[in-house]
C-alpha cells in the first residue's frame, strides 16, 4: 500500500459527511495515521455548515480491528514509540493514548454523529464509537472490550463513556472477560440502537441522518448535543435547569426560532437561517477548558 493512501475517506452529499476508515485489507486497524486524518475530518466537519450529519463507517467487511498489531509485542509500549516517532504528522503527546485523541474530538464535536458499524469493532474499534449519538449494526458485526486478553486496560476514555452507555455492570462484565459479542448482545445492551442486514445499513444510517438534516436546525441540535452529553457528568440537575434557561432564552430570540413557529403555522418546512460557525449564542461554551496534565508514572524516577 502506498504511504500516500489515505486511511480515512469522506464523501458529502445532502448535508451528511459520510466518514470511512479505508485500511479494508488491514480490518480498517487502527493506525497513527488513520488517527490524525479521523481528527482532521471532524475537524473540517466543524467548520463546514454544509455538514449537518457525520456518519462513520467501515470499508470492506470490518469497522475497525482495533490496534494494528503490525508492531508486535511492542504495539503498546508508548516510550518506544515515543522514540520512534519521526513523522511528525502522525506523532503524538506519548502521555496521551491516541484512541483517546480521537474519543474527544468525536465528544467536541458540534454535528451529531451516527457509528455504521459494518463488521468487526474490537478494541479501539469499538471505544471510538462511544461517543457517537446512535450506534447501528450489521448483523455480521462483532464487538469486543478485549483489552485485558492483551495485558492492557480500556482506553479512549472509554472508562468514563462506557458506564453511562451501557451501565456499569455490562461494562464490567464486557471488559473483565473482554469476550467478543453479537450484534444482538450488542443490542440486547444497549450498546447500539438497531441491527440490521449488512446491505441495509448503510442506508439506514443516511436516513437517520437525513431525518436530522432535513428538519432540524443545525445551531439547535450543536447545542442540544453537548447538554445531553455534558450533563451526564452532572452533580445535581439544577446545573442543566441554569444552561437549559441560557439556552432556551438565547435560542428563543433567534431567528431560527422565528422561523421553525412560523414554518409549522403555516404548514410548510422550515428553513432555519442561522449558522453553526457563526451563530451559537454567547453562553457557548459554557463548560470550563480542561488542559491536558499527565498523572506521574515513574518515568523519570
Known sequence: MSGD???VTTVLADHVLTVTL???ERLNAFTARMATELIAAFDRADADDDVRVVVVTGAGRGFCAGADLAGGGSTFDYDKRAAEATNTATATDPDRDRGGLVALRIFECTKPVIGAINGPAVGVGVTMTLPMDVRLASSTARFGFVFARRGIVPEAASSWFLP???GISRAMEWVATGRVFDAAEALDGGLVRSVHEPDDLLPAAHALAAEIAQNTAPVSVAIARQMMWRMLGADHPLEAHRVDSCAIIERGRSADA?????????KRPARFPD???TDLPPLYP???DRPWTPLPDG???
Not at 422565528?258 to 403555516?266: H, W, Y
Open 5 to 7: 493512501t489515505p486511511h
Open 22 to 24: 479505508d485500511r479494508p
Open 164 to 166: 453511562r452507555v451501557v
Open 258 to 266: 422565528a422561523e421553525g413557529v412560523t414554518a409549522f403555522l403555516e
Open 275 to 277: 449558522r453553526v460557525s
Open 286 to 288: 459554557w463548560w470550563p
Open 299 to 301: 518515568r523519570d524516577g
